[in-house]
């Protein structure tokens, strides 16, 4: 399945506390804090700990899941609306943005606009992750660097600090779309993005995806994602993901962050990592660190 909603102007076919460590093979576990959102903070209700003996067997059945996977791995779960207690797997740490940073994008359309309403621009651009449509999203926030800046907005409110990307680095590609955005920043914003009563609208979307886009946390049944996917200038692709699953006894939510580069290069092989990745979440869903947004 070629990349959709990458390279610009084209849309082709389809594709705290005292931190604890547990090293595992290659799998490195940490429960720290990511921080609290610097502007409107979401109350959760009362979340599970990332550690304890729950942590600890999800390193271990991780540990055993990436050592048959030939592949950089990354993954923070985290209860939503909790930023200080995101459980981190894996190694890799942080990349290009690609379309996953169509989701702070829409949300901060939507505040320009001061409203919540879905224009059929933002609709594609996260369920189809149509990219034309992404940018034109971006020039109505104005040149490149207020668009950038107005993105920023939308990730300094859940305590993000990452900075986005306002120059065309690589003319194929969208400038926010390779702005270099780690797991524990883009936990951090989706943590604080469940939560927010304003952002249920791009939720709703991500709950949309189309089918043949739903791999990875696709394969979580009602999960709320967005993909980002794109080749490094050696051609070998980074393919991410990250979202809201629901535990559908407690309905607890954890917000999942995950990435991977897969040895081969292939964008194939890294979707059929994900989609490993997403059936092992899903097969202990209720394990995961999940959380309850105030009332």
Not at 84 to 98: D, F, K, V, Y
Not at 115 to 128: H, L, N, P, Q
Not at 175 to 203: E, H, I, K, Y
Request: a neutral charge.
């Amino acid at each position: 399945m070629p990349a959709r909603g990458i390279p610009r102007g084209v849309v082709p076919g389809a594709i705290v506390g005292a931190a604890i460590v547990i090293v595992a093979g290659l799998v490195v576990v940490k429960v720290s804090g990511l921080g609290a959102a610097q502007h409107r903070s979401p109350s959760p209700g009362a979340n599970p700990s990332s550690s304890g003996p729950g942590a600890a067997g999800l390193a271990a059945d991780f540990a055993r899941l990436q050592s048959g996977i030939a592949a950089g791995i990354g993954l923070i779960i985290a209860p939503a609306g909790n930023a200080a207690s995101p459980m981190t797997l894996g190694q890799w740490t942080i990349g290009p943005a690609w379309s996953t940073m169509k989701v702070p994008l829409v949300i901060a359309a939507m505040r320009e606009n001061h409203s919540t309403e879905v224009s059929d621009a933002m609709r594609a651009a996260i369920v189809s992750s149509d990219n034309t449509a992404a940018e034109s999203i971006w020039e109505s926030l104005g040149d490149p660097a207020a668009a950038a800046r107005a993105v920023e907005q939308v990730l300094r409110e859940a305590g993000d600090p990452t900075p986005v990307e306002s120059r065309t680095i690589r003319p194929q590609f969208t400038a926010f779309g390779q702005t270099l955005w780690s797991l524990a920043d883009q936990a951090r914003f989706a943590t604080f993005a469940a939560c927010d009563n304003r952002d249920a609208p791009v939720r709703a979307l991500m709950g949309q995806i189309e089918q043949d886009q739903r791999w990875g946390l696709g394969r979580i049944p009602n999960a709320q994602f967005k993909g980002g996917w794109g080749p490094s200038e050696a051609g070998a692709y980074l393919v991410r993901q990250f979202g809201f699953v629901t535990n559908p006894s407690s309905g607890a939510v954890s917000v999942v962050a995950v990435a991977v580069e897969p040895a081969s290069g292939s964008l194939s092989d890294g979707m059929a990592d994900l989609t490993e990745i997403g059936e092992w979440l899903n097969e202990r869903i209720a394990m995961l660190p999940g959380g309850r947004c105030g009332r």
